[in-house]
């Protein structure tokens, strides 16, 4: 109990320059990130990646994931990794949405933890080689961690299965034992320690590699970027352990095609690089604009006050002397070398910047870190308050109690639990791109709710189904959705037919607010009657 006391007597001192101030950082990020981690509910994405994960643990399917038995039956668009781990947590936890969003969210959480003490734990070893206090780096790496948990777009994409979150905590892991080995190299004291930590950055890249692919590259970008930089040019080039390291991550990579030779699926991983290397990344997916501006002015819109004291932390690292400061420099190169190049790539998507928040919130602290004391404790105390009253809030109004994202399909899944519980194995149509394609697609995999066979476009297709349906005895289950308009064109269409589609194909549910109706055959629910989600 004398511990605990005195651990909380040291926590509650408003002194930057104690470490315990770090259970701030620890508290803020976990408070943002985990609030309501029950609430169902992700990015059409993130319900895709949840899907993987929960097909991984169930086909056994661990080199090659698989959505659903009629889109992506073999995902070959990204790297396993990130599906191996989310089925092992599944495996031992189950596969629910609070699983599912806790374990998003740890990838988060741990790149705002694994900032502070990169930039914590390099600062006070470069501090005691000089021979002066570790404040600075200490306050850094306090105001780091608490800019980067205060971005929005970090938490927003955190709380769904995301790559470039899980990417962008790998980044830093590469970075930090790449930064370890330099510091080692330029004081020329501990080889054998330079050698591990070169292997450690090599060990993580290629993880990075598994995780994502090519965004992985940005790891040697910036180390060569780094050493070019500071003028060692011959460590780079005549020195075998950064060579070393980039073969030990490529060999990492090799991995998946090694297993997925070995498992007879080799062709999938040449699918691969056809799709997603080459038709994404060179040939933009047939995008012809650049759009440079594209990802500076969505930092401005989404943190601009970080990206425009990032200028100013930008502007005193060059005022101090950038040479002087290489794990400032470090950040000013990922920072420049995840937007600038992603620039120049056609097929944007803000996800894919992601590994450039942390860099983004270093710059942002950086002058602030060089403030007097005074200051410091100033920022400490009212910062701790604030953590207290955002704690309250977000228990009593938290952020996200129900999810805002494809309401109507929660809605029907909700009805359909309601009034038949063993409606699983259902083949769904949407017709005229109704309703968002890969949104149904990606839900309904992670739900267990059936396949989407097509999307049809002519009214004729649908009627076609209703007439084939009065002839079936296989008693398979269909759902369709149709607007209301073409569900009149349908009826046209089958008129010929008599009744045959308000007879196989019955309403279920009408969504007024997107003019659509849900219709399930016959084999679905035996009852006759219809929900209005208007009333």
Not at 194 to 214: D, H, N, Q, R, T
Not at 459 to 468: G, H, M, N, P
Request: hydrophobic content about 50%; proline content about 4%; charged content about 15%.
């Amino acid at each position: 109990m004398k511990i605990f006391k005195e651990w909380i007597k040291k926590c509650a001192e408003n002194d930057l320059r104690n470490p315990y101030q770090f259970v701030v950082v620890v508290l803020l990020a976990a408070v943002l990130l985990f609030q309501h981690a029950w609430v169902p509910g992700f990015f059409h994405d993130g319900h895709l990646y949840a899907a993987l994960g929960k097909n991984i643990l169930l086909k056994g399917m661990w080199i090659i994931p698989s959505l659903s038995e009629t889109h992506f039956k073999f995902y070959h668009y990204h790297p396993p990794l990130y599906a191996i781990l989310e089925g092992m947590v599944f495996w031992i936890f189950g596969y629910t949405w609070v699983v599912a969003r806790i374990f998003s969210c740890l990838w988060g959480w741990g790149a705002v933890l694994l900032l502070s003490f990169f930039i914590y734990g390099i600062g006070r070893g470069r501090a005691e080689q000089e021979g002066k206090s570790p404040s600075f780096y200490i306050a850094w790496a306090y105001l780091s961690g608490i800019f980067l948990a205060l971005f929005p777009p970090l938490y927003k994409k955190a709380r769904s299965p995301h790559l470039d979150v899980a990417l962008t905590f790998l980044v830093l892991f590469a970075l930090y034992f790449y930064f370890r080995a330099f510091e080692y190299f330029t004081s020329g004291k501990n080889r054998r320690g330079e050698i591990w930590c070169w292997l450690a950055a090599g060990v993580f890249f290629g993880l990075a590699l598994l995780m994502k692919g090519p965004p992985a590259l940005i790891i040697p970008m910036v180390i060569a970027a780094h050493l070019l930089c500071l003028g060692y040019w011959k460590k780079l080039f005549l020195d075998f352990m950064p060579w070393v390291g980039l073969l030990l991550g490529g060999a990492v990579f090799a991995l998946w095609p090694l297993f997925a030779w070995k498992w007879g699926i080799l062709d999938h991983f040449f699918y691969y690089l056809s799709t997603q290397v080459k038709a994404t990344v060179i040939e933009g997916r047939g995008r012809q604009e650049y759009l440079l501006g594209t990802y500076p002015y969505y930092l401005l819109e989404n943190v601009g006050p970080w990206f425009l004291l990032a200028f100013w932390g930008i502007y005193a690292l060059f005022r101090d002397g950038i040479k002087k400061n290489p794990l400032g420099l470090l950040f000013l190169l990922l920072y420049l070398l995840v937007v600038v190049p992603f620039s120049f790539v056609r097929w944007k998507y803000s996800n894919y910047i992601v590994p450039c928040f942390p860099a983004l919130a270093a710059l942002a602290a950086y002058p602030f870190a060089k403030m007097s004391c005074t200051f410091h404790g100033y920022f400490t105390f009212w910062v701790k308050r604030a953590l207290v009253v955002v704690v309250m809030v977000l228990l009593i109004f938290p952020v996200t109690v129900r999810s805002g994202r494809d309401v109507e399909l929660f809605r029907l899944l909700e009805l359909m639990k309601y009034y038949d519980s063993s409606s699983e194995e259902i083949s769904w149509v949407i017709v005229n791109e109704v309703y968002p394609f890969h949104n149904v697609v990606n839900l309904m995999a992670w739900q267990g709710k059936g396949n989407v066979m097509t999307d049809l476009t002519k009214s004729a297709d649908v009627c076609t189904l209703a007439l084939a349906l009065r002839g079936s005895s296989d008693g398979r289950k269909w759902g369709v959705f149709i607007s209301s308009k073409d569900y009149e064109e349908v009826k046209q269409a089958c008129k010929g037919d008599g009744a045959v589609l308000e007879e196989e194909l019955k309403k279920f549910i009408y969504f007024p607010t997107k003019d659509f109706y849900v219709l399930f055959s016959k084999s679905v629910f035996k009852k006759e009657f219809m929900v209005d989600y208007g009333n």
